[in-house]
């Protein structure tokens, strides 16, 4: 972390964690203001961490999160009024450090040179050359011309993004291709279900961005602000823009950590953990091995969330171990469910009973977790049961795992590209923008009806290289996507209920029955979970091998052949 100096007032940086603290102090400083919002990164602290640590030290903290489109005049003026009232010297930052010094920028429009704010951004590292231009155009950024343009633009280098790009490369090698993302590390998430089981080391389930991006893809290292399609222009932080022939957008979801409330203090302590963050699967491992007896609960979210099966894998995975260490007649566990069925593909919920009843688990539906104490370890679900009317419960815990709620991220929820519920508009065949014909996407952001896996997202990322290349040379799509998601369902240590299934819930099985039976736990299932996909992941998928990953083509209107 390296502090940035505008003024003698204020220094900038790029995003800080709690341990940073004590150093932030030590070099002067009386205050800090955030300007990223809460779960932008999967390993990204929350700011309620931050404050606490913070006050704790005896320094302010504020919050002035830029969320939506690009930095708003309005936005600037609260920053300028927070430097104002907190002491000094403040440090503000961000992911990079670039929106922070953006709304230093724009707070000073009226009252300094554009060479001085150029000057002084510079010196501390940033170009701030596309805010002056926005300031002398009135407060509107131009996007008629962008500062790079390219054949392809992909917003979002996760499991889709780095895929379609490499399907692209190998389709057309000349193809001018750019990839927008503002991470550094590049995380295989479906990893991270073992590192909470301790099978999976967690650094195994990281890599750098940079080692990634296919040969030949240019790598814009920023976050997107917001969407220009009428313009064919992708706004950046900072106020860039990218201009493009086509658009592909895959930037996953958000993980909504303050839908629960309470939920970000207790985090990582308290007995309350999650397999959906980096930093927090090692913690579920740890409390595991602590627990010797007492309750353990497991919550599910209202749907989508990003593998539907992950919240109970960790239940049963959880219930294995206590079953070894015959501790489990001690431990009284309860999966609650915001939901109404175990798994929404009923062919496998008969080996997943099994393990229901195995474990003892008591299964809670329509039970929806709203708050959580962890000091006085209670946990509030809100109860919404058919033909009963809505009630409110508190339930202790010694242990809990929480699936937190999960939606669309903010720049693509704000943005013409949604649809009501702030998904990406998709046709789901063919993946196209159902409004915009230079526009496609897949992943977790669209709207398909398809489970969202990175299984998923290696299907769709050929079909969507597929129809894209076919529309470059004049051809009408040549991809069709059958919804096709899997979800390795981790019953016990080594044996998987290997579910693969498309849309409407057809069973859509990768091997034979004598191979693999995924409608039964098979030790086949748990070897290419733990041996064979990682692998896969790192060096077939994300290099554009289309290993059993072939798109079905359209051969007619509205049908497909295999």
């Known amino acids: 972390m390296d502090f940035k100096t505008l003024t003698n007032r204020l220094s900038v940086s790029g995003q800080i964690s709690a341990d940073d603290l004590p150093r932030i102090k030590d070099a002067g400083f009386r205050a800090i203001i955030c300007n990223r919002p809460d779960g932008e990164g999967n390993d990204q602290p929350t700011f309620e961490e931050i404050e606490r640590s913070a006050v704790e030290l005896g320094l302010e903290a504020r919050y002035l999160p830029i969320t939506s489109g690009m930095v708003e005049d309005s936005q600037a003026d609260e920053f300028a009024r927070a430097l104002n009232e907190l002491p000094g010297p ?47 155009n009135g407060g509107k950024t131009p996007t008629d011309s962008g500062d790079a343009k390219f054949d392809v633009v992909i917003v979002g280098g996760g499991a889709g993004g780095i895929s379609v790009a490499s399907s692209l490369k190998s389709r057309m090698r000349d193809l001018n291709i750019a990839v927008i993302d503002p991470a550094d590390i590049h995380y295989y998430q479906p990893g991270w279900t073992m590192v909470g089981a301790g099978v999976f080391d967690p650094t195994t389930t990281a890599r750098t961005m940079g080692s990634l991006i296919p040969k030949g893809v240019h790598w814009i290292k920023a976050a997107v602000a917001a969407f220009e399609p009428g313009n064919n222009a992708v706004i950046l932080d900072g106020c860039r823009v990218v201009k493009y022939d086509r658009l592909i957008v895959c930037p996953g979801l958000k993980l909504d950590w303050h839908a629960v409330d309470g939920l970000v203090d207790t985090l990582g302590k308290n007995g309350v953990t999650s397999n959906y963050r980096y930093d927090l699967a090692p913690y579920t491992w740890e409390l595991v091995q602590g627990l010797r007896k ?72 329509f039970h929806n977790l709203v708050a959580i104490d962890g000091p006085a370890k209670k946990a509030t679900f809100a109860v919404k049961e058919p033909e009963q009317e809505p009630r409110t419960i508190e339930v202790e815990f010694d242990m809990i795992h929480v699936c937190p709620p999960q ?64 529309d470059i040379l004049g051809g009408n799509p040549q991809g069709a996507y059958n919804g096709y998601g899997s979800c390795p369902l981790t019953v016990e240590r080594g044996k998987i209920v290997l579910a693969e299934f498309g849309y409407g819930g057809t069973l859509l099985p990768s091997f034979p029955k004598w191979v693999i039976d995924g409608t039964k736990p098979t030790r086949a299932a748990w070897l290419l979970k733990e041996m064979l996909l990682p692998p896969v992941y790192w060096g077939a998928m994300l290099k554009g091998r289309e290993w059993m990953a072939k798109p079905e083509k359209i051969t007619g209107e509205g049908t497909v052949s295999a």
């Open 90 to 136: 403040v440090l503000a930052y961000c992911r990079s450090g670039m929106r922070s010094t953006t709304l230093w920028s724009l707070s000073h429009a009226k009252d300094m040179d554009p060479t001085r704010i150029l000057a002084t951004a510079k010196a501390a590292g940033y170009d701030m050359g596309g805010v002056v231009r926005r300031i002398v």
């Open 407 to 470: 939606t669309a991220p903010d720049f693509i929820r704000v943005s013409p590209l949604s649809d009501a519920a702030g998904w990406v508009d998709v046709d789901q065949i063919t993946l196209r923008h159902k409004s915009f014909d230079n526009i496609w996407s897949l992943g977790d952001v669209m709207n398909a009806p398809n489970a969202k896996t990175a299984a998923a997202a290696r299907m769709q990322a050929p079909v969507v290289a597929a129809n894209v290349t076919a």
């Open 294 to 365: 007492g309750r353990a609960l497991f919550t599910q979210p209202p749907m989508p969330i990003k593998c539907a099966g992950a919240p109970q894998k960790a239940m049963y995975l959880s219930g294995d171990h206590w079953w070894r260490e015959e501790v489990l007649g001690n431990i009284d566990i309860q999966f609650m469910n915001a939901g109404g069925v175990l798994f929404g593909v009923k062919d496998y919920v008969p080996a997943l009973m099994d393990y229901v009843r195995k474990y003892d688990a008591k299964l809670n539906f």
